[in-house]
Every structure is written in structure tokens, then in C-alpha cells.
């Protein structure tokens, strides 16, 4: 089962979460027909959603994580709620033919991504709303929103996650690790948990399975901490018919019954999980029709 811990280290300074997302990350690379480079870069967006929706320990918080970069892997999307509940994709689905081998070790992929911005979106439950960007320096999705913690949010952070593919591109296993310090803490106590996570150390650590407990202890370097009861998560989506049926009401009455007089029917697919809905013709009938009593 994948799972999220919170916890800290035994002086309480330091903050740590730790996440097991191989079955979540799995079946997303699956959904969407994904694997190498692709696969890891989704799985780094998941579980990175997963790492950020931890600020208030909410069930109804949600961030939500847009990548925009100029390269063939750089449009990503995520939404991630803090009761456990994440989905992604990729805004051009043109990556789902790309497939780039790669090794055991942390994949460079800052290539594949290039320039552009990620724009985080937090909904805390309360009735704010709060956006932060920050530009693409490396196109490594995790240090970059790293950096976005460090600047935006005044949190001095370091985040990492490591996705394992194996030599048909096909998700192994999946993780993830976000320390902040309080303040006034010592800022070393940061730097050597960067120390620790930074290169291939994930990396090294996931060839054995590991649960969230191990994690934790291994980027506090063996030191002691307290942990809370970990929270599940899993690969969730909330579209259905009605949201399909919402998606064609935006096209219009006239225009929805254009399409019933031209193909019958028609399917929408969600970009997020990628099933599929089919409206039949009198399905579109009866929408343009509530359409019509809705404007009288």
C-alpha cells in the first residue's frame, strides 16, 4: 500500500515527510500509456503533489502543480488533495510515444522539460486561494519546487523524488522526501539531509523496497524522530458521466445538437485518468434541450 508520513526529528527543528507512491505512480504510467523518461517524470509530479498537500494536515487541502515547459516532456499537470487522493497528466499527449531509456540511478532530465515556469496552487480549505511561480532553472521538477518553497513560501526546504523504472521502462518503484526547518533552527541541520538525499542517494536507497518509516530515518541520517499515523494515498480522479456531460454544455445548445446531427454520438476522455465517456445522440439531445429551458 502507498503511504505518507509526517513526522520529526528528535530536537524538533526539522519537519519531514516522507511518501511510498510506486502503486499510484504505476498506475498512472499505465492510464496514460507511459514509460522511461515519461513514467518518471509524471511519477516525480504525483508524488511531489503528494509531499506538498501536508501544510495544514487538512483532508480538504489541495495543491495543485502546473509545469510549463518549451520541451516534448515540459506540460504536466497535477492535483493533489491532503486526504491521500492525486492525479496527473501530461498537458500533450504526444509524450506517450516517447520512450528514453534510462539507468538505476537519478535521471537528468532538465533536457526533456526545458524552459518555462511552474505555477503551484494552494486551496487550504479556507477561503483563499494562493498561487506562487517560479521559473524552470534546472527542469528538474522536484528541485525546482524546491526552490519555490525556499523563495515563495519562506519555508527552507529540500525535496526529492525517485522514480525506478526498470529496462522495459516499466515503473518499479516510487518515492518521495520533503524536510523544512522551523525557524530559527540551524541551517546545517538542512544542509545535511541535502547532503544525504541530493545525487543518487534516493536513488540507492529504493533499490530495496522501503517503507516511509525507513525513508524518514534515512534522510534524518539515522536519527531518532516521531512519526504520526501515515495516510494512504492512491491515484484518484473525480470525473464521471456528469462531469463528461458538463465538458459538452460549454459548446452550447445549437452547436451540441450540430454534433448529434453530424456524428450521433461522441466520448470524452479525461485528460487526467484517461477513461472515457460516450453521450449517445440522445444523450446530446437531451442536454441541448436543458440547455434551451435553462436560458427560457
Do not use: W
Not at 509524471?42 to 511531489?48: C, D, I, M, S, Y
Not at 494562493?130 to 521538477?141: H, I
Not at 524518514?216 to 464521471?240: I, N, V
Request: glycine share 12%; charged share 30%.
Amino acid at each position: 500500500m502507498d503511504l505518507l508520513s509526517r513526522g520529526l526529528d528528535s530536537a524538533k527543528a526539522v519537519r519531514v515527510v516522507a511518501a511510498v507512491t510506486t502503486s499510484l505512480v504505476r498506475e498512472a504510467a499505465t492510464r496514460h500509456r507511459l514509460r522511461g523518461a515519461a513514467a518518471v517524470l509524471l511519477g516525480r509530479g504525483l508524488t511531489a503533489g503528494c509531499l506538498l498537500a501536508t501544510l495544514t494536515k487538512r483532508d480538504d487541502e489541495r495543491v495543485r502543480i502546473a509545469m510549463r515547459g518549451d520541451g516534448p516532456l515540459g506540460r504536466v499537470l497535477v492535483d493533489a488533495h491532503g486526504d491521500g487522493r492525486v492525479r496527473g497528466c501530461f498537458v500533450n499527449e504526444r509524450t506517450t510515444e516517447l520512450h528514453v531509456p534510462l539507468g538505476a540511478g537519478r535521471a537528468v532530465l532538465g533536457p526533456l522539460v526545458g524552459n518555462g515556469q511552474i505555477t503551484v496552487t494552494r486551496d487550504l480549505g479556507l477561503e483563499n486561494t494562493y498561487q506562487g511561480v517560479v521559473e524552470l532553472r534546472t527542469g528538474e521538477l522536484d528541485e525546482d519546487l524546491e526552490r519555490y518553497l525556499t523563495g515563495s513560501e519562506q519555508l527552507p526546504s529540500v525535496m526529492r523524488c525517485h522514480v525506478m523504472v526498470g529496462a522495459d521502462g516499466e515503473v518499479v518503484r516510487a518515492a518521495g522526501v520533503l524536510a523544512q526547518t522551523f525557524p530559527g533552527a540551524d541551517p546545517e541541520r538542512l544542509d545535511r539531509i541535502r547532503g544525504v538525499l541530493e545525487g543518487d542517494g534516493l536513488a540507492d536507497v529504493l533499490r530495496q523496497d522501503r517503507e516511509v518509516d525507513a525513508l524518514m530515518g534515512f534522510a534524518l541520517g539515522g536519527e531518532g524522530f516521531h512519526a504520526a499515523e501515515p495516510t494512504a494515498l492512491r491515484f484518484s480522479c473525480g470525473c464521471g458521466r456528469e462531469r463528461a456531460r458538463s465538458v459538452v454544455s460549454t459548446l452550447g445548445a445549437e452547436d451540441i445538437d450540430a454534433l448529434a446531427d453530424e456524428q450521433g454520438g461522441t466520448e470524452v476522455r479525461c485528460s487526467y485518468c484517461g477513461d472515457t465517456y460516450e453521450l449517445s445522440e440522445a444523450d446530446l439531445r437531451a442536454l441541448a434541450a436543458e440547455l434551451r429551458e435553462q436560458r427560457s
